[in-house]
């Protein structure tokens, strides 16, 4: 039987480990890094013999030391990979940052954001100024309907922290996963020691020391009990935190950004929110100007085209009705219904050599055709979108089009599957033509 040392271990965790890293992404989510805990827990070897090992793969040039907190290992060869062949044994993680050049990028992260210069112009001021509020920001609650970004908006606060400088991490938690079991929610949060409840065999760092210098955020906090709520006032006011169990208080420098569905003063502390200094309501879908909302719909669509790598062709009607709905689940529900209907289309698509989908009125659930036809907003052109950008095209030219060619084929005789094939084609190259114009 074979039987691997414990520094062949540890360099297999760290090779395994390593194929999930991109310089991008470990910047933001520290993906594809390993620490000496995360080794020591998951292997089960002391942590000093981890930290001895990991020196010595240091030493040996195969894995790569990046300076932060807490240090974060490498394989040498996964990391030279994006940064080039001259890769020293230990980085900065400043240099990491340097190197992508996140601080000098033209473009803002919130332009990602449809409607930042309109109906959420005003948000994105907010949180730019939070952002950059000295030394780690403001803390700040996003309210919303479900389904309304406030998690992406979340995301792009802390990109746009990675370029104006900052360094720290985004630690992400869903307080609702561990609504029924508040020990284990402020473990996650906190960290716990040895000892603090049963099942606690080890220490264990929490989240708010990950994000030290960076942004935790907190989703659905509305789900986090009083007795959470006074420890995070105790951390935004007093800058320090203790881990279950512990009675030694340690510092923590980070911004706090948390969401909910619900109002502030139905379940958050008074003295909760007055450590809350910035607020920002997000709109729901139909609060939304006409334009963004068709905007949004064409990001979507676009998404499923870039999924299916196929073009997609939406029915004026389609559109019509899609902005005309009501979703309880706001931008979510959209996206959801949009991915059932372009998976029906598919199916009808699959095994012809069409290279795009057609979607029609006949894809969507009946209860959602309930809103009559003088209800709904008015679209009459075609949507023709590929995976890279999307075309307006007028219904009529299109029909035209399509009759035009019906004509053709007929007067030559042209019948059964050569008929549906010349059809095929010809639409094929009518849209590819549309979307390289």
Do not use: W
């Given at each position: ?33 390993v620490t000496t805990e ?9 942590r000093p013999n981890v ?387």
């Open positions: 039987m074979f039987y691997m040392t414990n520094k062949e271990k540890i360099y297999n965790f760290i090779i395994e480990k390593s194929k999930e890293f991109n310089l991008q992404d470990f910047l933001i989510n520290r993906k594809g890094g995360e080794i020591a827990q998951l292997l089960k070897i002391a930290s001895f090992i990991l020196n010595h793969l240091v030493r040996e040039g195969k894995i790569v030391k990046i300076i932060s907190k807490p240090v974060y290992y490498i394989e040498k060869n996964r990391l030279a990979h994006f940064l080039g062949n001259k890769v020293k044994e230990e980085i900065l993680l400043k240099d990491l940052i340097d190197f992508l050049d996140l601080g000098k990028e033209k473009e803002c992260a919130f332009e990602n954001i449809i409607g930042h210069d309109g109906s959420l112009k005003g948000q994105i001021e907010q949180a730019k100024a939070a952002v950059l509020y000295p030394p780690y920001g403001l803390h700040t609650l996003i309210i919303g309907p479900p389904g309304s970004g406030k998690s992406f908006f979340a995301e792009m606060m802390h990109k746009f922290s990675l370029q104006n400088g900052r360094v720290g991490p985004l630690e992400v938690l869903n307080c609702a996963d561990y609504y029924n079991n508040p020990q284990l929610l402020m473990s996650y949060l906190f960290g716990h020691v040895k000892g603090a409840y049963t099942g606690a065999d080890v220490d264990k760092i929490g989240l708010v020391e990950k994000a030290d210098k960076g942004i935790l955020f907190l989703d659905e906090i509305h789900r986090l009990p009083p007795e959470g709520q006074e420890m995070l006032f105790y951390l935004m006011d007093k800058g320090v935190y203790r881990k279950l169990g512990d009675t030694v208080e340690r510092n923590a420098n980070l911004m706090i950004v948390a969401a909910t569905t619900e109002r502030p003063d139905s379940f958050l502390l008074k003295t909760f929110m007055r450590r809350i200094p910035v607020i920002i309501q997000l709109p729901s879908f139909e609060e939304r100007p006409l334009n963004e909302k068709i905007e949004i719909i064409v990001y979507l669509f676009r998404e499923e085209a870039k999924r299916l790598n196929l073009n997609i062709v939406v029915h004026p009607e389609v559109i019509s009705l899609l902005l005309s709905l009501q979703y309880e689940g706001n931008i979510g529900e959209l996206k959801s219904l949009l991915q059932l209907i372009c998976s029906k289309a598919f199916l009808i698509n699959y095994g012809t050599k069409r290279n795009f989908l057609k979607v029609d009125l006949t894809l969507l659930p009946q209860a959602y055709l309930k809103v009559g036809r003088n209800d709904r907003a008015t679209f009459d052109k075609f949507l023709i979108i590929s995976p890279e950008k999307e075309k307006k095209i007028d219904r009529y030219d299109f029909y035209e089009f399509i009759a035009m060619k019906y004509h053709e084929l007929k007067e030559k005789e042209i019948e059964g599957i050569l008929f549906e094939k010349g059809i095929i084609d010809c639409i094929n190259n009518f849209l590819e033509s549309i979307l390289e114009g």
